[in-house]
């Protein structure tokens, strides 16, 4: 076991460094771009786009918010599609009031739909965002325009991180069909990427296990997402069954030794001559929050080759290794994942018909379980190798083995040391 350790422990070294860097999305980011496409008398009009290319990271309601600071002492004369949320304070020596004078503008969408940014991979046509600003109070010199500083990002949580926005090639747009090309003057582009550790937020989701082979079920860890007990920062809960006055709150979730609002459950079900069965729920621990859009990534070498699930629409992420499916709900029946009651909890599930591949199929050394698994773009916390349900007739060499115990470590280690930050912070 310690040489184990002792990896884990130098991955926990590096990936501090790193930053817990995603493999499967490992360009995932949200692009801000500001395309000038009009001068005017004391400024210009600019384009701003928010486009979202995370593949299963979405932003939920109530939206984005875009702030920034002006690097000169531009004013919004007007704005379309959004608006800034304080108008600030504006000198009277002009006769119209411009829409914001802040030096520290910030904008957010005017309607819930235009807040909302679907993720890449699951709708890239509503992954987006849009608006028009007019810009004054500059001089004639265009060339000293400067791109706006600090751009901060909430989507809707904090977390996002924006490098300066830097000038960018002119983007390029179609009109008139696609008969005609127009380049806007000048482009400034600036990338915003989520890391969980900067927004610190409590972990949201963990696995559990269970198999047709084995009447044991591996529960989550306990404590993945705090302790019931002596954690301030943990989500206040309510027993199974007990009815409270507050339960509509966001953060109240149903008493569980995991304490996650949201649990992964992967069920090995059947297995056929070709083909074998996992049942895939996931529930919602909540008793006042409502999940829509819910999106959940699993990775599991079993993906390689087409498989069929039953109630999710579904589709396979464009990384290496090709084993990561991404699932979310159908249009008008499980888009939705919906808050519990004081008796159920809310859930989503689905069947999922898995091809036998002769060559790399077995139910041994853990191979059935999932490698890692996203809801809503967050890591769930995953058992440890050895609490996996075994096959029975025991045996050693059914337990897993010392390779996928390793490698599961890696996997694990990243959510481990989030969780780690989280609870010694
Ligand atoms: C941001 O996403 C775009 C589109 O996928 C990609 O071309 C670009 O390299 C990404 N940027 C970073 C810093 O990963
Ligand atoms: C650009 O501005 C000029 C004058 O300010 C205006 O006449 C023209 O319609 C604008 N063009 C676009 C594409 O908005
Ligand atoms: C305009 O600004 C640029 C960059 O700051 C500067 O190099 C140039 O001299 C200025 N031109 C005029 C006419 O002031
Ligand atoms: C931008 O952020 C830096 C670091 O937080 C700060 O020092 C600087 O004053 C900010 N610039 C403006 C124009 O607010
Ligand atoms: C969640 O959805 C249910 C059913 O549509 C609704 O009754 C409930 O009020 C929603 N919860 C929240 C917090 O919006
Ligand atoms: C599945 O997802 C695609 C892409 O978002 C969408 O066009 C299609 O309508 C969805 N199908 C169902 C049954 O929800």
Redesign the pocket.
């Known amino acids: 076991m310690q040489p184990y350790l002792l990896m884990f422990m130098l991955f926990v070294a590096v990936s501090r460094i790193s930053d817990c860097y995603d493999p499967l999305d490992p360009n995932g980011n949200i692009t801000v771009t500001f395309d000038i496409f009009n001068y005017t008398q004391d400024g210009y009009v600019a384009r701003v786009t928010i486009q979202n290319y995370y593949q299963y990271r979405h932003v939920e309601k109530p939206g984005w918010k875009l702030g920034w600071a002006w690097a000169k002492d531009e004013v919004i004369w007007a704005i379309s599609g959004a608006v800034a949320t304080k108008q600030g304070a504006c000198k009277p020596s002009t006769d119209v009031k411009p829409h914001c004078c802040s030096p520290h503008p910030l904008i957010a969408a005017t309607t819930t739909e235009g807040g909302l940014l ?1 993720a890449w991979a ?2 890239p046509h509503t992954s987006y965002s849009a608006f028009d600003i007019t810009v004054g109070n500059l001089d004639q010199n265009r060339t000293a325009y400067r791109p706006p500083l600090n751009l901060t990002l909430t989507a809707p949580t904090w977390g996002y991180t924006c490098g300066t926005l830097q000038d960018a090639l002119p983007s390029i747009s179609f009109v008139a069909g696609v008969l005609r090309e127009e380049q806007v003057f000048r482009t400034w582009r600036s990338e915003c990427t989520y890391s969980s550790y900067i927004s610190s937020k409590v972990p949201i989701c963990c696995v559990s296990l269970s198999t047709f082979y084995n009447p044991d079920i591996t529960s989550c860890p306990s404590c993945s997402c705090g302790c019931r007990v002596a954690d301030r920062s943990s989500y206040s809960c309510i027993s199974e069954g007990a009815i409270s006055s507050n339960v509509q709150d966001a953060e109240i979730v149903r008493c569980t030794d995991h304490m996650c609002p949201l649990r992964v459950h992967w069920h090995i079900k059947t297995n056929y001559v070709t083909h074998w069965r996992v049942k895939l729920t996931v529930s919602n621990y909540h008793y006042g929050r409502n999940y829509s859009n819910w999106n959940v990534v699993v990775q599991h070498p079993g993906f390689r080759a087409p498989f069929t699930a039953l109630e999710f ?1 579904n ?1 396979m992420l464009s990384t290496v290794p090709e084993d990561a499916a991404l699932f ?6 499980n ?1 939705e994942l919906l808050q519990g009651n004081e008796y159920e909890v809310g859930s989503v599930t689905t069947d999922i018909l898995l091809q036998k591949n002769a060559d790399a199929f077995t139910l041994r050394n853990g191979w059935g379980f999932p490698r890692r698994i996203y809801f809503n773009g967050e890591n769930c916390r995953m058992p440890l190798p050895d609490m996996f349900p075994m096959l029975p007739n025991g045996g050693s060499g059914h337990r897993p083995g010392g390779l996928f115990l390793l490698k599961t470590l890696l996997y694990l280690s990243c959510t481990c040391i989030m969780w780690c930050r989280y609870i010694l912070v």
Request: hydrophobic share 40%; proline share 0%; aromatic share 8%.
């Open positions: 679907a699951i709708n629409n589709t979310w709900g159908k249009v008008l029946h888009t």
